[in-house]
């Protein structure tokens, strides 16, 4: 992350300002890369055979392979607030992870498809469309 990268090259004082929330960063940037590299493995892997929603599900279920990082956003949110006291805040790196752990916050989904339970919804849908296209309208004269 660039912003690990930035806070490597702060100032001493700097360092001291943001406390522990300088860990939390390193912590996060590491968890990220290794996040990321599986993601991509796998997603250059996935193929959906048909264009439906059981085939989108079982190509879904391929991405349980994938660890998830442990992300606490609150004490990210809690991290970005420390580095107010510093020059960092204003930074483009800063505003980039603000808007990153924004992004994060769909992760419920990723421990609904853990669960088992994102196929399974899927396919509740799939069979939901299925039916309701199927039926013919009662006309009544």
């Not at 968890?31 to 997603?43: C, L, P, R, V």
């Not at 055979?49 to 990082?69: F, G, M, T, Y």
């Not at 421990?111 to 009662?138: C, D, H, T, V, Y």
């Amino acid at each position: 992350m660039a912003l690990a990268d930035k806070m490597r090259n702060s100032s001493i004082l700097e360092i001291q300002l943001a406390g522990y929330a300088w860990d939390n960063f390193f912590l996060l940037n590491k968890s990220m890369n290794t996040f990321i590299a599986e993601t991509q493995e796998i997603s250059s892997k996935l193929l959906i055979k048909e264009q439906n929603l059981e085939s989108l599900a079982d190509a879904v279920s391929n991405l349980d392979n994938i660890n998830l990082p442990p992300l606490n956003l609150e004490l990210m949110v809690s991290s970005l607030d420390r580095l107010k006291s510093s020059s960092l805040e204003l930074s483009l790196e800063v505003a980039a992870l603000k808007q990153s752990i924004k992004s994060l916050e769909g992760l419920e989904y990723a421990f609904m498809r853990k669960q088992g339970a994102l196929p399974k919804l899927i396919a509740r849908a799939a069979s939901f469309f299925k039916s309701f296209f199927s039926k013919q309208p009662e006309v009544e004269w």
